[in-house]
């Protein structure tokens, strides 16, 4: 079982749409998650961190069930802009961070 | 805004050559990492440093790779003798030593290598 699981996509949507994409995390020993995206050819941005209360950044929400070992990214609104690769990460140990493959994400005009 | 720079941008290399990727951190941070990621896959972690040591490190950082900091601003990735496998974006990554978010890494813009 992949450490970090993601679907690959890609993820077509309509601006204006609201999209949701979901992580899946096999080591319960994991202490921090991240969503970053990546556009391509580019270095991982950090979008946001993710908390147990979940947590919102304007049109950006984030939450995590430990129980379930499971992570979700919502985007509202969907700009053209957002279109990229975004990369779920758990991090455990000295902050060695796990990335997933990533979910390629194409916004429509 | 402070950021994590990276040089050179790309290295081309023969294969069984040696080079040496730099990576300038952000200044107060006191964790560097090296990640790499080969075209068309994920980003993996390679090693982590701190206080002039290795804290972790993974499978793929053998004996043929090493880290260094050589001042107080540099952090240097070796790749003592280049395989063809090597080609991959290199990132270099800080992080602050404490703090909210649980230590988020920065990352830099990458140096591509490509072993020929």
């Known amino acids: 079982r992949k450490e970090v699981e993601q679907d690959p996509g890609p993820f077509n949507v309509p601006e204006g749409a609201t999209v949701a994409f979901n992580c899946t995390y096999s080591n319960s020993a994991s202490q921090s998650f991240f969503w970053y995206r990546q556009d391509c050819r580019k270095e991982p941005k950090l979008l946001m961190s993710v908390y147990s209360s979940g947590n919102e950044d304007g049109r950006f929400t984030a939450q995590l069930n430990r129980a379930s070992q499971y992570i979700s990214l919502l985007i509202r609104d969907s700009k053209l802009s957002d279109s990229a690769t975004y990369l779920c990460v758990a991090a455990s140990g000295t902050y060695k961070y796990i990335f997933g493959t990533g979910t390629r994400l194409k916004v429509l005009a | 805004e402070p950021e994590v720079t990276q040089t050179p941008s790309h290295q081309v290399t023969q294969m069984g050559q040696e080079v040496i990727l730099r990576c300038v951190p952000i200044s107060n941070h006191l964790y560097f990492y090296w990640y790499r990621q080969i075209l068309g896959q994920k980003v993996e972690f390679l090693v982590s440093?701190?206080?002039?040591?290795?804290?972790?490190k993974s499978e793929i950082f053998d004996d043929q790779f090493s880290v260094e900091r050589p001042d107080g601003s540099n952090f240097t990735l070796k790749i003592r003798s280049t395989k063809l496998e090597d080609s991959a974006m290199y990132f270099c990554a800080s992080s602050e030593a404490s703090g909210q978010g649980g230590y988020e890494q920065y990352f830099g813009p990458g140096t591509r290598l490509t072993v020929t």
């Open positions: 440093f701190y206080n002039n040591e290795i804290s972790e």
